[in-house]
């Protein structure tokens, strides 16, 4: 039996990653700072009406209000230093 190390469980690899965020039943849209869409799970494909090829690069705004609350979140969360 092989020690437990936190540095080698730490984070799930990449390809699992992607599996579960795939999975989601919940829209996931990450955009970059320019607001453009960069990736998207299928349920986000859903609620935008689009395939992530077509969405990649479109501008959020396309799909949301000038006003929306959804850009005051992305703005407060870009704003945030990581540790």
């Known amino acids: 039996m092989r020690p437990y190390s936190a540095a080698r469980d730490r984070f799930i690899p ?13 829209a ?3 955009v970059d ?13 859903q609620l ?7 969405l990649y690069g479109v501008d ?3 799909f949301l209000v000038a006003d929306s609350p ?5 703005s407060a969360r870009t704003s945030v230093s990581w540790p």
Do not use: M
């Not at 700072?33 to 494909?45: F, L, M, Q, S, Y």
């Not at 959804?70 to 992305?74: R, S």
């Open 14 to 26: 990449e390809t699992e990653a992607a599996a579960i965020i795939a999975a989601l039943p919940i």
């Open 28 to 30: 996931i849209i990450v």
């Open 33 to 45: 700072a320019e607001n453009r869409i960069r990736d998207v799970n299928p349920a986000g494909e």
């Open 48 to 54: 935008l009406q689009g395939a992530k090829t077509v």
């Open 60 to 62: 959020l705004a396309e």
């Open 70 to 74: 959804v850009f005051g979140l992305i």
